[in-house]
């Protein structure tokens, strides 16, 4: 099926005629036509490529859906909906949110809006491509009700380092060269560690000295990225692609593409 449903104008006309002829048995093209403002001879094409595909039936002399056509039209609507949800979810209009006081704010204020460190913060009186009225009076380090936005927040996406650690079958984390890992951390000095599986999470305990609980990794990755928060990512290959899959997505999804480099350890 089409990645990208909403897009498939082919296979959403298509399932528009398959509905009317699942509530109409003995709609005639003309008809169907009319209703999606088409032509007569684009409704015959449509129903003959329909019919090859197996989506439609000639039955007592009309033409029926079958269950391959309906198994098609649920996965199809299925898809439409999720990419809907998400498009309205990217263009839905906010008129207030919570932001850290960079700086003593008193209500009413105007504030401009920054992300730093994948936090969002308020700072009176700067300029910025994102604006608004403080609601409430805060201190430094407070968080703070912001209404009245205007504009978007100036967001630079975070860069990513994967550590490809060898596969278990390969030995792990105990044959990776530790030293050179914590070295290329350290250059990174990344916001973020994820573990993306026990070996990864072995690989960074190794080389960081801390604890790694394995929830989410690339949730977890994606959302820091996407706050501007630098991320080293520690994996072995499955759990890399995994990772890869999810950045490809943002790419086709949004447009925004996230910097990344990969050492293997």
């Known amino acids: ?13 298509e399932l528009l005629i398959l509905i009317e002829v699942l509530e109409s048995p003995s709609i005639r093209m003309k008809e169907i036509a009319d209703r999606l403002h088409i032509t007569v001879q684009a409704v015959s094409q449509y129903i003959s490529e329909m019919k090859r595909e197996g989506m439609l039936k000639e039955q007592g002399g009309s033409v029926r859906p079958t269950r391959r056509g309906m198994q098609i039209a649920q996965e199809h609507f299925s898809a ?15 008129d207030r ?6 700086k003593k704010i008193r209500k009413g204020q105007a504030v401009g809006l920054v992300m730093e460190d994948g936090m969002l913060m308020a700072f009176p009186g700067q300029e910025s491509p994102s604006t608004g009225d403080s609601l409430e009076d805060a201190d430094e380090g407070d968080d703070v009700l912001v209404g009245q936005l205007e504009g978007i927040v ?29 070295a290329k951390i350290d250059e990174f000095s990344p916001g ?3 573990a993306g599986d026990a070996v990864g999470a072995a690989m960074l305990m190794k080389a960081s000295g801390e604890l790694f609980t394995i929830h989410a990794p690339i949730d977890s990755s994606m959302s820091a990225l996407s706050k501007g928060v630098d991320v080293v990512f520690s ?3 499955e759990s890399v692609d995994r990772l890869l899959e999810a950045v490809g997505n943002l790419k086709k999804e949004s447009g925004y593409g996230i910097s990344w480099k990969i050492y293997k350890a």
């Open 154 to 182: 100036d967001l630079e996406l975070g860069k990513l380092l994967i550590v490809e650690a060898p596969s278990e079958a390969d030995g792990g984390s105990k044959v990776a060269n530790i030293e050179r890992v914590r």
């Open 97 to 102: 949110c919570v932001a850290i006081a960079g």
């Open 80 to 94: 439409l909906k999720d990419q809907v949800d998400a498009t309205l979810r990217r263009i839905s209009v906010i």
């Open 235 to 237: 994996g072995t290959r």
């Open 1 to 13: 099926m089409n990645g990208q449903p909403l897009r498939n104008l082919k296979r959403n006309t």
């Open 192 to 194: 973020l560690l994820a």
